[in-house]
Structures are given as C-alpha cells and as structure tokens.
C-alpha cells in the first residue's frame, strides 16, 4: 500500500479489517512510505492516519 501525503511530517496509522479489528499499526516522519500488505487476505480494509488532532480514515480494498 503507498501512501503519500505531501505536507505531513510525523504521524501514525493503524489498518483495520472490516470487523473493526486492529490488523497493524505504525508511525512513520515522512510524507511518502510504504506499508506491506502481502501477509493480508482479499477483503475490505481501513487506513486511519492520525496527526495530531487531524484523523483521516481510507477504506481500501485487496483483490489477488
């Protein structure tokens, strides 16, 4: 999974399943990262971005 957002600089992120479930979570200090997501089956998924008081949530979908 790419992510890519210019004008954060340090901020976390949790990927939940379609049950509410926490599958990962991770902190990164750069804008552009990559998150594996290989070890997950095909489903509907849930990208939350925390920087400090903003929370950003993207539903994305894994298809093999």
Known sequence: LH???ASLSEYSYTIYN???L???TGSHTSGVFHINTSHLPNGLYYLNIVHGTLKTI???IISR
Request: no cysteine.
């Open 3 to 5: 992510v890519a957002h």
């Open 18 to 20: 379609s049950l509410g």
């Open 22 to 24: 926490v599958l990962e």
């Open 58 to 60: 993207t539903p994305f």
